[in-house]
Every structure is written in C-alpha cells, then in structure tokens.
C-alpha cells in the first residue's frame, strides 16, 4: 500500500527572495513533519528538510513554488508549507 500524498502550487511573495532568513524558516517547519518532503522550482526539486538544497534553489520573489508531500501528515504538510510561503515577509 503506497502512502499518502499531497501537492500543491504557492507562489513566493514578490517582494520575498528565499534566501538564510525564510528558507531556515521554511525548513524548521518541513522538519516539523514525518512526510518526506519535497519543494521545487522550475525543473529543480530538493528535500525541503535540507537548508542547503532549498537555498540552491534559488527562488526569487514571485517564483512558483510546487511542494509536494509523500506520508502519513502529508496533506497537513502541504497545506502548512503553503500558507507559510504565501504568508512570509521580508
């Protein structure tokens, strides 16, 4: 039996780069969650649980954002990284 999975589509604020600040943020909150967790930009997907590969994407205000989510709490997840991304500041 496969486990349960959910994706979604938030775009970065246009005035918030994830760069150390938001990322760290971003990542503390993923490490929050059992699922394996997965945030991607462009062609570029990475471990959201891993500050180094989220950095190395690079993501600019305003960039599309598709995280996805693989595990027992994965719709939770998602649903939480999403308003996190959608809510951050600079």
């Known amino acids: 039996m496969s ?6 589509t ?3 604020p246009q005035d918030v780069d994830l760069h150390a600040r938001p990322a760290a943020q971003f990542v503390r909150a993923a490490m929050a969650f059992s699922s394996r967790v997965q945030v991607a930009a462009g062609e570029r997907e990475v471990d959201a649980k891993s500050l180094l590969s989220v950095l190395s994407l690079g993501a600019k205000g305003g960039t599309s954002l598709r ?3 693989d595990g027992e709490d ?6 939480a990284l999403a308003a996190l991304v959608a809510g951050l500041t600079e």
């Open 74 to 79: 994965a719709q939770r997840a998602v649903e």
């Open 3 to 8: 486990s349960p999975s959910s994706e979604a």
């Open 10 to 12: 938030v775009v970065l």
């Open 67 to 69: 995280l996805r989510a």
